[in-house]
């Protein structure tokens, strides 16, 4: 039974124990908490738990391999130094996700795009778009 | 990108080659682990009140209402502090 005023982002991380999905700002403004919800990159901190009923959430923790091992998304942002902290991360990870799947090559405009509501503050940005270049690249050339 | 794609230009090991950050795999896999990602058994949480008066003397602190709430386990003030410190009472 969940309480209808807890938080998508309360529930993953509380209840779940899925703490890869940060909670920032609580108010939808910094992108740390973004999950894919039905395929969409979606701020969990600005849903109810119960509104999630029926969806199909994917949180930072689901984007890896079925073995466990990094996807190209990851493993790029690893290659490129797109973290310092790594607090920011999951939701950049979402959002670089979620352009991806719409867009298999897209520019760096179109990248800096789709991170633009995800805030970092210690690495910049430029590293994380040229993790998703990286990555839409590797991922063109077929790398699984 | 490679190391060997980097020659180290002094021919040095580690200075001026490209590396990987050892911590970086489990925090993109969203498995770092931050203070608020720890949950210890009967680990409490705080609740800080600030006073909502910009500038007033502090006369006496009421706690009644907020021990009144469920699941309060403690009001701490700083005279709960001061008594603390006189006997050497640690919270458990």
Not at chain 1, 20 to 46: K, N, Q, W, Y
Not at chain 1, 57 to 77: M, N, R
Not at chain 1, 83 to 90: A, D, E, M, N, W
Request: charged share 20%; net charge positive; glycine share 10%.
């Amino acid at each position: 039974m969940v309480s209808a005023r807890l938080s998508l982002v309360d529930w993953l991380r509380e209840e779940l124990r899925l703490t890869g999905t940060h909670v920032g700002c609580e108010h939808g403004i910094c992108g740390a908490c973004s999950v894919m919800f039905d395929g969409e990159p979606l701020r969990s901190c600005l849903v109810f738990a119960v509104q999630a009923n029926g969806h199909r959430i994917t949180t930072v923790e689901g984007l890896a391999k079925p073995d466990g091992s990094l996807s190209v998304l990851q493993d790029s942002f690893c290659q490129t130094h797109a973290l310092q902290c790594g607090y920011c991360t999951p939701g950049m990870l979402i959002a670089a996700q979620g352009l991806l799947e719409a867009n298999a090559d897209p520019t760096e405009a179109q990248i800096r795009e789709a991170i633009g509501g995800n805030l970092c503050r210690c690495t910049g940005y430029q590293q994380i778009v040229d993790a998703v270049r990286l990555a839409a690249t590797r991922l063109s050339e077929g790398a699984k | 990108m490679t190391m060997a794609e980097h020659p180290a230009p002094g021919g040095f090991r580690y200075i001026g080659t490209k590396r990987r950050t050892k911590e970086d795999p489990r925090f993109v896999a969203g498995r770092g682990r931050y203070a608020a990602d720890i949950a210890l058994p009967g680990m409490k949480h705080v609740a800080l009140v600030a006073s909502p008066y910009p500038s007033a003397r502090i006369v006496s602190i009421r706690a009644e209402a907020a021990f009144a709430l469920p699941g309060v386990r403690y009001v701490l003030t700083v005279i709960w502090y001061a008594l603390c410190g006189l006997i050497g009472w640690k919270l458990g």
